[in-house]
């Protein structure tokens, strides 16, 4: 094993150890947000460490300093590596002596977590939601249209995706207001304007992009992976009621746009290569630019907690892995450029809802409860069909080593009150 001097880093469990070093924004005080690296119960501050150069960059010494990781993932592969590498070695016991021998150096690079605000890790450039998980899209396809159409028959040869809006993708702890909408009451002609009564969560993984590509040129599964710097826990919270009235023909707009949730913390793709595996077998075979060239996809433990308001404590309501995924984030990105689209550097891409084959394992509301017709009993006595006002929603997730966790800590979420609106 692998171990850190770092207090709390080697400890069974810990979703932080020397093995993982997942970059963030953080700041403390009134001080700028800049980039840091998860660390045990602490963060090591990578501006410090850039400016009294015990950390080199090509192209200047202000890439840390910064309020995103945009400059740093634009920069690439090599300096993705470098980096990691070099902090391997400052953080592991057997590296680098400078933190031991200098003991300011370490006060004045660790941060406690408990002392810093964390941000928005990434300015996030565009926002792509997938439907790529197929238990889901079956258990969703069959509640709206009946076992025998429950895929659409274009699911088994490409990755369904739609554009969301970046705008309103946000960092884990960010309360989530209740979206207004149109809804249409089972049985009425004409729909009603108000707050959604079915608000739902949907565990997905976010895939972050460091490297872009050019218009008009499209790239394959090998390189689309080759591009991808890392990734998140993601909420795409959903307003079904909405959704079920706006979705045809072209799919969800108001019901996706309120909010998405991601977690603060970017665990690298070079962290989760020993975790590495096979998408499920096809069904259909795949046009030749979605085959993989190897495993592309990833063997995450997944959680969603619930507290519902007024609980003293959160529960877990499903367990699922990322494993079940159908397409993995290197066979969306391939698709999502094969017409020519331009991809950015900080571009966001939604897995999808993640749902495994029991019900136990299904990764939203609406699955679990069937669409409400069978609601939860949470411990405290309380049932949910939908989320309410006051309930706190938690996503985690890590990928289990032999003595080691790569966690991607927690995404969380508070469900406010709709806001008013005026009668015309």
Not at 157 to 179: F, K, L
């Amino acid at each position: 094993m692998m171990a850190s001097w770092i207090e709390g880093a080697n400890e069974a469990g810990c979703h932080f150890p020397v093995q993982n070093l997942p970059f963030g924004v953080f700041s403390t005080g009134d001080s700028a947000p800049r980039c840091g690296v998860a660390i045990g119960e602490f963060i090591l501050d990578l501006a410090v460490l850039e400016q009294a150069g015990l950390l080199a960059l090509a192209g200047g010494t202000n890439t840390f300093a910064q309020p995103t990781l945009n400059s740093f993932m634009g920069l690439g592969p090599d300096a993705w590596n470098s980096v990691r590498a070099r902090l391997t070695d400052l953080l592991s016991v057997s590296g680098d002596p400078t933190f031991n021998d200098d003991p300011s150096a370490r006060e004045r690079c660790l941060i406690a977590q408990r002392e810093a605000t964390l941000h928005l890790p990434f300015q996030v450039s565009e926002y792509t939601d997938f439907y790529a998980g197929r238990q889901h899209a079956e258990n969703f396809g069959t509640m709206f249209r009946g076992p025998e159409k429950a895929l659409p028959p274009n699911w088994l040869h490409i990755p369904i995706g739609y554009n969301g809006r970046a705008s309103t993708v946000v960092v884990s702890g960010t309360d989530i207001r209740r979206p207004l909408g149109q809804v249409r009451p089972k049985g009425a002609d004409v729909p009603e304007f108000g707050p959604c009564r079915r608000l739902d969560i949907e565990l997905e993984m976010g895939a972050v992009v460091g490297l872009p590509s050019p218009m008009g040129e499209p790239v394959s599964v090998a390189e689309a992976d080759h591009m991808i710097f890392g990734y998140v826990l993601l909420n795409d919270w959903s307003a079904r009621d909405i959704q079920a009235w706006e979705y045809q023909p072209l799919g969800p707009f108001q019901s996706k746009a309120f909010a998405t949730s991601i977690s603060p913390w970017v665990v690298t793709k070079a962290a989760l290569e020993p975790f590495r595996t096979s998408t499920p077998e096809r069904d259909k075979d795949l046009p030749p630019y979605l085959r993989e060239p190897g495993p592309t996809n990833y063997d995450i433990e997944l959680e969603v907690l619930m507290q519902p308001n007024g609980a003293e404590h959160a529960e877990t309501i499903a367990r699922t892995n990322f494993r079940h995924m159908y397409y993995s984030s290197a066979q969306q990105l391939a698709h999502h450029s094969v017409c020519g689209c331009k991809m950015n550097t900080g571009d966001l891409l939604g897995s999808g809802t993640i749902s495994g084959p029991e019900k136990s394992q299904y990764g939203s509301l609406l699955e679990l409860t069937w669409g409400g017709r069978d609601p939860l009993t949470l411990e405290s006595g309380a049932t949910r069909a939908f989320i309410e006002d006051g309930d706190t929603l938690i996503l985690t997730g890590w990928a289990q080593g032999e003595d080691y966790r790569i966690g991607f800590g927690e995404c969380v979420g508070t469900v406010t009150p709709a806001p008013s609106f005026p009668a015309a």
